[in-house]
Protein backbone atom coordinates (compact mmCIF):
# COMPACT_ATOMS: atom_id res chain seq x y z
CA UNK A 1 0.00 0.00 0.00
CA UNK A 2 2.66 2.51 1.30
CA UNK A 3 4.74 1.78 -2.29
CA UNK A 4 0.93 2.02 -4.75
CA UNK A 5 0.78 5.95 -1.97
CA UNK A 6 4.77 6.87 -3.01
CA UNK A 7 3.99 6.46 -6.42
CA UNK A 8 0.60 8.28 -7.01
CA UNK A 9 1.96 11.24 -5.07
CA UNK A 10 5.71 11.55 -7.40
CA UNK A 11 2.82 10.98 -10.25
CA UNK A 12 0.74 13.90 -9.12
CA UNK A 13 3.70 16.02 -7.98
CA UNK A 14 5.00 15.43 -11.73
CA UNK A 15 2.06 16.49 -13.16
CA UNK A 16 1.73 19.66 -11.48
CA UNK A 17 5.67 20.55 -12.31
CA UNK A 18 4.87 19.93 -15.74
CA UNK A 19 1.53 22.10 -15.56
CA UNK A 20 3.66 25.40 -14.32
CA UNK A 21 3.87 27.75 -16.78
CA UNK A 22 7.86 29.46 -16.78
CA UNK A 23 7.51 32.87 -18.53
CA UNK A 24 10.50 33.82 -20.61
CA UNK A 25 10.45 36.56 -23.10
CA UNK A 26 13.02 36.54 -25.40
CA UNK A 27 13.53 40.25 -26.93
CA UNK A 28 16.22 41.51 -29.70
CA UNK A 29 18.02 43.81 -27.34
CA UNK A 30 18.80 44.19 -24.19
CA UNK A 31 16.48 47.14 -22.27
CA UNK A 32 18.18 49.43 -20.07
CA UNK A 33 17.67 50.47 -16.46
CA UNK A 34 15.59 53.62 -16.01
CA UNK A 35 18.12 56.74 -15.33
CA UNK A 36 18.04 56.63 -11.56
CA UNK A 37 16.04 54.68 -9.20
CA UNK A 38 14.12 56.74 -6.67
CA UNK A 39 16.44 57.53 -3.83
CA UNK A 40 16.95 55.20 -1.37
CA UNK A 41 18.09 56.06 2.18
CA UNK A 42 19.92 53.87 4.01
CA UNK A 43 17.69 52.20 6.81
CA UNK A 44 19.83 50.09 9.06
CA UNK A 45 22.38 47.09 9.17
CA UNK A 46 19.90 44.51 9.49
CA UNK A 47 19.05 45.35 5.81
CA UNK A 48 19.81 45.19 2.07
CA UNK A 49 19.63 46.92 -1.06
CA UNK A 50 18.07 44.76 -3.56
CA UNK A 51 18.42 46.48 -7.09
CA UNK A 52 15.22 47.25 -9.48
CA UNK A 53 14.74 44.35 -12.20
CA UNK A 54 12.71 43.82 -15.32
CA UNK A 55 9.78 41.54 -14.27
CA UNK A 56 7.23 40.40 -16.96
CA UNK A 57 3.71 41.92 -16.65
CA UNK A 58 1.32 41.76 -19.55
CA UNK A 59 4.11 39.26 -22.15
CA UNK A 60 6.43 41.95 -22.11
CA UNK A 61 9.10 43.50 -19.80
CA UNK A 62 8.54 46.19 -17.15
CA UNK A 63 10.90 47.68 -14.60
CA UNK A 64 10.16 46.90 -11.20
CA UNK A 65 12.04 49.35 -8.59
CA UNK A 66 14.39 48.27 -6.28
CA UNK A 67 13.46 47.90 -2.65
CA UNK A 68 15.11 47.35 1.32
CA UNK A 69 14.93 44.04 2.85
CA UNK A 70 16.17 41.93 5.92
CA UNK A 71 19.56 40.42 5.39
CA UNK A 72 19.23 36.76 5.24
CA UNK A 73 21.81 35.28 7.36
CA UNK A 74 23.32 32.46 5.06
CA UNK A 75 22.22 33.56 1.92
CA UNK A 76 23.52 36.32 -0.41
CA UNK A 77 21.28 38.01 -3.49
CA UNK A 78 22.77 37.90 -6.88
CA UNK A 79 21.07 40.59 -8.71
CA UNK A 80 19.46 40.02 -12.53
CA UNK A 81 21.06 39.79 -15.48
CA UNK A 82 20.38 39.89 -19.09
CA UNK A 83 21.45 36.54 -20.40
CA UNK A 84 22.00 35.85 -24.93
CA UNK A 85 20.04 33.20 -25.98
CA UNK A 86 18.75 31.89 -29.74
CA UNK A 87 17.24 34.68 -31.22
CA UNK A 88 17.79 37.74 -28.86
CA UNK A 89 18.17 38.32 -25.10
CA UNK A 90 16.28 37.50 -21.99
CA UNK A 91 16.09 38.34 -18.06
CA UNK A 92 17.40 36.08 -15.54
CA UNK A 93 15.84 37.39 -12.34
CA UNK A 94 17.89 38.00 -9.31
CA UNK A 95 17.77 34.72 -6.80
CA UNK A 96 18.80 34.53 -3.01
CA UNK A 97 21.64 31.88 -3.43
CA UNK A 98 23.34 30.18 0.16
CA UNK A 99 26.42 30.45 1.08
CA UNK A 100 28.14 29.16 3.82
CA UNK A 101 27.93 31.42 7.40
CA UNK A 102 31.75 32.73 7.11
CA UNK A 103 31.43 33.67 3.85
CA UNK A 104 28.32 35.66 5.20
CA UNK A 105 29.94 37.07 7.92
CA UNK A 106 32.97 38.20 5.94
CA UNK A 107 30.66 39.49 3.48
CA UNK A 108 27.47 41.40 5.98
CA UNK A 109 30.23 41.57 9.41
Keep these: MKTLQKTTVLF ?6 STISFSQIVISDK ?13 NRSQIWIS ?8 Q ?20 YWKKVKGGWTWISGSWKEISMEKWNNIYA
Excluded: Q
Aim: avoid cysteine; charged fraction near 25%.
Design 31 to 43: LEEPELESTHTYL
Design 61 to 80: YVWKEGHWTDKRPGYIFLPG
Design 12 to 17: LLGFLL
Design 52 to 59: GEWVIDKN
